[in-house]
């Protein structure tokens, strides 16, 4: 009846005529459109078939905002850019995650990869281990009892498909979390290995070797050097100088094609974005697709002919798995809004985060919401500040405003930590802020200013977002630690330690649970 009321109310409103001023009547009408979705929001308590995990990395809250803005602002809509959403936003239910890891406020993404893929809160750099195990410590690293399990671990136990796609390397820290238990996330291949490390296997060699890496059925991204020694250099296609390199002969990539050969199951390698379009996926079992030496291009710059779009990657890894008795997950890393805001372009922090966003709607197009859960969050912040007060319709990337201190303009975006401090001309008694005004404030390739000179941006240890669709996705409420997230998937599609037999047993495990902490809260 209430709903009734409103809806009847929403269309009054709706065709009462919209004179463009945000006037008491126009907030009423959207305030009352979304108590009106608010109130539609139901529960899916079914057991989720599929999961599809989208990771921004370094995608937090504030780069949210700007991304919706900045995406408003392209498409032309002026002054109504600040009201958009990105796709995401529209999902019914929001969390908070607590990032800080178990040696550091502020963590890095091997730590967090690994709460967020095996459930479990881990030391600085170190992946898909628990907190037993400092970096680099390679010999605590092989006991068995420190090492973490990720979803993908936990699906391919019950049965499920699983691929991961990513616009980094493949063994870079995020994805290496769903695979490899590595002691220092640096540890991409051999030659990055200290001799007190000799016991211990790169990740390269973990994805291709050992389980889960080598059941993985779709895996498609960059990171060529890593798996294979000699890799041909061209000018679009050069090496990562910062990142590992493989010396030791090996060529991981036919190794793993010679592998699924002889287990005789289906397969393609692919190495450029035109043999990704032709693989037959329903013939597919297994994908390998490494498209670049290093990190996939960004979206704005890319060339189609070497790299394909996250987008592209995501359909063609869903078309791939959607086809198992038992469903599969997927997990989506966007890297390169971490890596954007690394070097300080905020335009391109933003770019891509509306490339995941596209990623997204894609994956939407493809699966059942009523069976698969689709959740989008991040690792962790950066330290992108959006300032004040720029008038409404403000290019998000323009200047905000004049400081009444040094009487210089200001960008609406600037980061605490980054490059570009060292420029900025000073005298024996002051420093002086270049004047925006002059620079290219637009530009992908523009710094925004940082109050503090780093190496490269330091990542920012405030909560990140996760928005969730879809069987179970109203356990995404309130603020969490980071590990919830992996703990939800195994609920929700009951594997790991949520594995159960029937749906049955499914619910006799609720009510133990409820029992226990009765029995806990009354004690
Ligand atoms: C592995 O860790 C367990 C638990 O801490 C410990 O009891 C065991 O001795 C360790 N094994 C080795 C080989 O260090
Ligand atoms: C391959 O790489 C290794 C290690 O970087 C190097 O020693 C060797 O000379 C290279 N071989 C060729 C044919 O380039
Ligand atoms: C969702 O699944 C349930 C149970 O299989 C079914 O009853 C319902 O009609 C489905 N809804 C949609 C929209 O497919
Ligand atoms: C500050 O920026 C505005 C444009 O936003 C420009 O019109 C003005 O000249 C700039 N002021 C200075 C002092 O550079
Ligand atoms: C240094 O720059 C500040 C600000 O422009 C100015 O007030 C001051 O006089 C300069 N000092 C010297 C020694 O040039």
Not at 28 to 56: K, M, P
Not at 83 to 110: C, I, M, W
Request: some cysteine.
């Amino acid at each position: 009846m209430r709903s009734l009321k409103l809806a009847v109310f929403a269309l009054f409103l709706a065709t009462s005529g919209s004179t463009g001023l945000e006037d008491a009547a126009f907030w009423d009408r959207v305030a009352t459109q979304e108590l009106h979705s608010a109130l539609r929001v139901s529960v899916n308590e079914r057991r989720a078939r599929n999961v599809v995990l989208f990771v921004g990395d370094g995608m937090g809250p504030n780069t949210i905002t700007a991304a919706r803005i900045y995406k408003g602002q392209l498409a032309g809509e002026g002054r109504d850019a600040e009201r958009g959403l990105l796709a995401f936003e529209r999902f019914p239910h929001v969390a908070l995650l607590k990032t800080y890891n178990t040696d550091k406020q502020v963590s890095d993404s091997a730590s967090t990869a690994t709460a967020l893929f095996s459930g479990v809160k881990s030391n600085y750099k170190t992946v898909g281990l628990d907190a037993n195990v400092k970096l680099g410590d390679c010999e605590s690293s092989l006991n068995k009892s420190y090492r973490a399990d990720s979803i993908l671990k936990w699906a391919q136990d019950a049965g499920k498909l699983t691929g991961f796609v990513t616009n980094t390397r493949l063994t870079h820290a995020t994805p290496a979390a769903l695979y490899a238990h590595s002691a220092h996330r640096s540890w991409e291949c051999e030659a990055k290995m200290p001799r007190s490390a000799a016991k211990c296997k790169d990740i390269a060699r973990q994805m291709v070797e050992d389980e889960p890496g080598k059941s993985i059925n779709v895996i498609l991204g960059g990171g060529r050097q890593c798996l294979v020694s000699n890799v041909t250099i061209t000018a679009k296609d050069p090496i990562d100088t910062w990142a590992c390199r493989r010396g030791d002969r090996l060529d991981l990539i036919r190794m793993w094609e010679e592998e699924k050969r002889a287990k005789g199951v289906s397969h393609s390698v692919v190495s450029k974005n035109k043999e990704l379009t032709e693989v037959d996926f329903e013939k597919t079992d297994f994908l390998l697709g490494v498209f670049t030496n290093g990190f996939l291009q960004y979206e704005h710059e890319r060339d189609a002919e070497i790299s394909p779009s996250l987008a592209e990657m995501t359909v063609a890894a869903i078309k791939t798995l959607n086809k198992g008795p038992n469903g599969f997950i997927l997990v989506v890393e966007s890297g390169m809004i971490d890596q954007a805001h690394h070097r300080g372009t905020a335009r391109k922090a933003l770019d891509e985060t509306v490339a995941l966003e596209k990623a997204v709607e894609e994956a939407l197009k493809l699966v059942d919401l009523n069976e698969t859960l689709v959740i989008v969050t991040a690792d962790h912040t950066h330290t992108l500040s959006i300032a004040g007060y720029p008038v409404r319709g403000t290019s998000i990337m323009g200047i905000a405003y004049k400081s009444k201190s040094d009487a210089l303009n200001y960008t609406t975006l600037s980061y605490a930590t980054g490059t570009e401090i060292k420029f900025y001309p000073f005298n024996a008694t002051h420093v002086t802020r270049p004047d925006p005004s002059t620079e290219d404030v637009e530009s992908f390739e523009y710094k925004q200013h940082s109050a503090i000179s780093t190496d490269e941006g330091v990542h920012g240890g405030g909560e990140v977002t996760a928005y969730a669709i879809g069987p179970w996705s109203h356990l995404f409420q309130s603020v969490h630690e980071q590990n919830y997230v992996a703990h939800v998937v195994g609920f929700a599609s009951k594997i790991g330690n949520y594995e159960v037999a029937t749906n049955g047993a499914a619910t006799m495990e609720l009510v133990t649970m409820s029992a226990v902490l009765i029995c806990l809260l009354f004690n």
